[in-house]
C-alpha cells in the first residue's frame, strides 16, 4: 500500500469555523490532490499539487484553499466552513511516470 | 470536459456468479486511461484495474477483466466468480494522457452487493 495517511480521520465543527485537513506521504511523489465524495457525484477534485508551492484549482475549488511546502505535505483549508462541506475528503498522490493514482483513507468532515 | 457516467445505481450478484459493471465516458482526447476503484465499506479507494486507450487487448486481473469499446467509448469491468468481498461502491475512472499529472474524473459509482 502506497505510505499515505490522512489526519484528522473524522471531524465535527461549526459553521463559520476555519479547518485544516492534512495529507501526507512517504512516496515523495510529485502529484498530490484533493478530491471530496459526495453521495450521487462519485470524488471531484478540490485542488491538486504538481511540486512545492505550485498548486492549480480543481472542478469544485470555491471555498477552499491549499498548500504544499514540503513534497510530503499538502494542506486543505476550509477558511470558513459551510454545511455544503460536509464531505468525506480523500487525499490522491500521483509520480510522474505514471497513471495510477493511489489513495489515503479519507477523512469524514461534518459541518453542523 | 470529459464525463464517466454509471448507469446502474446497484447491482446484485449470487457468489460464485458472474456479473457486469457498465460505465461510458464522453472524451475528444485519443490517448488517455480507464480505471476501475472498488470502496468497500472501510472507505479505502483501491485500484482494480487499469486499461490504456492505445492498447487493444483487454485488461485482466485474476477475476476482475474489462470490455474496452474505444469506438463505443464504453469500459465494462466483468467480476468472476464474485465472492463475498467484493461487496463494495465502484467506481469508473477516466485520466487524460496527454498531460503529466491529470486529474482522475469518475462516475457516480455502482454498488454492488454479493447474496450468499
Known amino acids: 500500500d502506497a505510505g499515505i495517511t490522512q489526519s484528522p480521520r473524522h471531524k465535527v465543527t461549526e459553521t463559520g469555523t476555519p479547518v485544516t485537513l492534512r495529507c501526507h506521504q512517504t512516496?515523495?511523489?510529485?502529484?498530490m490532490y484533493w478530491y471530496r465524495q459526495d453521495p450521487g457525484h462519485g470524488l471531484r477534485l478540490i485542488h491538486y499539487?504538481?511540486?512545492?508551492?505550485?498548486?492549480d484549482k480543481g472542478e469544485v475549488s470555491d471555498g477552499y484553499s491549499v498548500s504544499r511546502s514540503k513534497t510530503e505535505d499538502f494542506l486543505l483549508t476550509l477558511e470558513s466552513a459551510t454545511s455544503s462541506q460536509t464531505s468525506v475528503y480523500f487525499c490522491?498522490?500521483?509520480?510522474?511516470?505514471?497513471?495510477?493514482?493511489?489513495f489515503g483513507p479519507g477523512t469524514r468532515l461534518t459541518v453542523l | 470536459a470529459q464525463t464517466v457516467t454509471q448507469s446502474q445505481p446497484e447491482m446484485s450478484v449470487q457468489e460464485a456468479e458472474t456479473v457486469t459493471l457498465s460505465c461510458t465516458y464522453d472524451?475528444?482526447?485519443?490517448?488517455?486511461?480507464l480505471f476501475w476503484y472498488k470502496q468497500p465499506p472501510s472507505r479505502q479507494m483501491i485500484l482494480v484495474i487499469r486499461?490504456?486507450?492505445?492498447?487493444?487487448q483487454n485488461a485482466t486481473e485474476n477475476r476482475f477483466s474489462v470490455n474496452f469499446q474505444k469506438a463505443a467509448k464504453s469500459f465494462s469491468l466483468k467480476i468472476s466468480d464474485s465472492q463475498l468481498g467484493d461487496a463494495a461502491m465502484y467506481f469508473c475512472?477516466?485520466?487524460?494522457?496527454?498531460?503529466?499529472?491529470?486529474?482522475?474524473?469518475f462516475g457516480e459509482g455502482t454498488q454492488l452487493t454479493v447474496n450468499p
Open positions: 486499461q490504456e486507450a492505445y492498447k487493444q
Open positions: 499539487s504538481y511540486g512545492v508551492k505550485d498548486t
Open positions: 475512472a477516466y485520466r487524460s494522457g496527454e498531460t503529466s499529472g491529470s486529474r482522475l474524473t
Open positions: 512516496e515523495n511523489h510529485r502529484y
Open positions: 472524451t475528444s482526447e485519443s490517448d488517455y486511461y
Open positions: 490522491a498522490i500521483s509520480e510522474s511516470g505514471g497513471p495510477e493514482q493511489f
